[in-house]
Antibody, heavy 120, light 107 residues
Framework: EVQLVQSGGGLVQPGGSLRLSCVGS????????MSWVRQTPEKGLEWVAS????????YYSDSVKGRFTISKDNTQNSVYLQLNNLGVEDTAVYFC?????????????WGQGDLVAVSS | DTQMTQSPSILSASVGDRVTIACRAS??????LAWYQQKPGRAPKLLIY???TLDDGVPSRFSGSGSGTEFTLTISSLQPDDFATYYC?????????FGQGTKVDIK
């Protein structure tokens, strides 16, 4: 059974940083792209970033480019999202997700979600 | 960016009803269209990918159709477990984008 378990969320002040983690099991981690998606009541679901199987390609939404960094450690079956220079607009539930297959793929498996709250 | 527009935003229905949700893309998607179901406090769950292929374990009362820029999710006979919010998503090109969601609630 595929499982994605997230950690690292919490309350942070504006301008602060946080690192989200997502550990996968039940599949060969190095064979899959991984992605992050966030959700707010106001904006709904928003794709944030995706990373290729070996980490050689990364894509970001314009809203986080230059502030967030996605990385992948296949030895730890983990994907990370480093969030820097956070603003209140980054407050959201963040999900990691695994596509079915390749880059142009649906998101077949999701983590449980992790709340990031940016507030002074 | 590809804009995804769902309609309606809210749909009130009864158990046994046939329900249809529409999703329109601002660009041709070449079948890279998925549907998700989400319940409060839970992660989205993949229902359908490549416009019409059901993910493993998804009941056959769900179906997807469409092409180009116009797509539809249909629930042939609404069941109590189906009251949830549904989202379409394009993965034709980055940035991937989602529809704003359609909440199916009890009439």
């Amino acid at each position: 059974e595929v499982q994605l378990v997230q950690s690292g969320g919490g309350l942070v002040q504006p301008g602060g940083s946080l690192r989200l983690s997502c550990v996968g099991s039940g599949f060969i981690y190095k064979d899959y792209w991984m992605s992050w998606v966030r959700q707010t009541p106001e904006k709904g679901l928003e794709w944030v970033a995706s990373i290729k199987q070996d980490g050689s390609q990364k894509y970001y939404s314009d809203s986080v480019k230059g502030r967030f960094t996605i990385s992948k450690d296949n030895t730890q079956n983990s994907v990370y999202l480093q969030l820097n220079n956070l603003g209140v607009e980054d407050t959201a539930v963040y999900f990691c997700a695994r596509p079915s297959n390749g880059a142009n793929s649906d998101l077949q498996n999701w983590g449980q979600g992790d709340l990031v709250a940016v507030s002074s | 960016d590809t804009q995804m527009t769902q309609s309606p935003s809210i749909l009130s229905a009864s158990v046994g009803d046939r329900v249809t949700i529409a999703c329109r893309a601002s660009q041709i998607l070449n079948s890279y269209l998925a549907w998700y179901q989400q319940k409060p406090g839970r992660a989205p769950k993949l229902l359908i990918y490549r416009v019409s292929t059901l993910d493993d374990g998804v009941p056959s009362r769900f179906s997807g159709s469409g092409s180009g820029t116009e797509f539809t999710l249909t629930i042939s006979s609404l069941q109590p477990d189906d009251f949830a919010t549904y989202y379409c998503q394009q993965y034709h090109s980055f940035p991937w984008t989602f529809g704003q969601g359609t909440k199916v609630d009890i009439k």
